[in-house]
């Protein structure tokens, strides 16, 4: 694995209802950016995620776990979290390590229970969320009603940046407004080929188009300044106002999947790794002593433990996120 800056390296935690696709999500991450060769399954108990007996019995994620995968020569840290309530110890420390999350809506069921109470917690940590809406290819999806639950019960930031265009048993098509092109998979998914929109997608897809330039226009003055005069945003500007808007909260972009399908996720790869925070984009943290702890490799060592496991073979392993410094090891 090659050396990454900070702001290559992207630290995101996979936050969503139990069921919602979180585990598979990475897995197809992992096999996309060519970390693994083959995606386990859930039924398979075979993924990179759910490795422990306990897991493979239950059939969810009991603990938290830290995978990384490469996209597009940036690094994306990826933890994958729980989605029972029992288990929220796992989310909320998993959050304190993380720039952004990612918020996996299970396309059957909408928002659930377990999805508000896991974007609380990302709210008062003031976590910036990307909600993905997963499972797009099951018979019972129902995108627009995810949307009506999203701005009910989530938040009305939420902003379309992708919609189905066949969502149900024959999905493999999205319509991206950001680009306002046609993303359009084979049967295996994998990676988009990019189209122009459909004639019968022109009119929502111009009117999405338009209500995304508006959101991203509102989270910084001058871009506002700029959509007043020529009425639009290039998409250069319309990319810089969704970061803006995502670090400030102020914006909630929702992304298609069907993460067991591999279709739309290089899309959100492709999102997350030139889009999403880095570390250098987000507030600096503040140490026990309520000083901030700036990113800088020379500076003194600062980190943040946030997991601590017994590992079969290996004994006691803890995981820690590197704020500030070096750290090396003590031979």
Not at 159 to 173: D, K, L, S, T
């Amino acid at each position: 694995m090659k050396t990454y800056q900070t702001n290559q390296i992207k630290n995101i935690v996979l936050l969503g209802n139990s069921g919602s696709g979180k585990t598979i999500l990475g897995e197809t991450m992992l096999f996309n950016g060519g970390v693994i060769e083959r995606r386990g399954t859930i039924e398979g108990k075979n993924t990179a995620s759910d490795y422990r007996p306990i897991e493979h019995e239950n059939g969810n994620s009991i603990y938290s776990t830290v995978l990384y995968t490469e996209f597009q020569n940036k690094k994306i840290n990826i933890l994958d979290t729980p989605g029972l309530d029992d288990f929220s110890g796992g989310v909320i420390s998993s959050l304190f390590a993380a720039d952004a999350a990612l918020l996996l809506i299970n396309v059957q069921n909408g928002v659930e229970v377990g999805t508000e109470i896991q974007f609380r917690h990302a709210e008062k940590v003031n976590k910036p969320v990307i909600i993905v809406i997963n499972g797009l290819d099951h018979e019972k999806a129902n995108f627009d009603k995810s949307i009506e639950m999203l701005k009910e019960r989530i938040s009305n930031n939420v902003i379309i940046v992708q919609y189905p265009v066949n969502e149900g048993a024959g999905f493999n098509a999205i319509i991206d407004v950001l680009k306002m092109k046609m993303l359009r998979y084979a049967k295996d998914g994998g990676k988009a080929e990019i189209l122009d929109i459909p004639a019968d997608q022109a009119d929502r897809a111009a009117e999405l188009h338009s209500a995304l330039v508006e959101k991203a226009a509102e989270s910084d003055e001058s871009l506002m300044e700029q959509f007043f005069a020529n009425e639009t945003l290039n998409e250069e500007e319309l990319k810089k106002g969704i970061s803006k808007g995502i670090l400030t909260r102020g914006m909630f972009p929702i992304f298609c999947i069907s993460a067991k399908q591999n279709i739309g996720v290089d899309s959100l790869m492709d999102f997350v790794a030139n889009e999403a925070p880095a570390v250098t984009d987000v507030p600096a943290p503040k140490n026990s002593k309520g000083e901030e702890v700036k990113p800088n490799p020379a500076g003194p060592a600062s980190v943040y433990v946030f997991k601590s496991s017994i590992e079969e073979h290996i004994g006691e392993i803890n995981y820690f996120r590197v704020y500030s410094g070096k750290i090396t090891e003590n031979l």
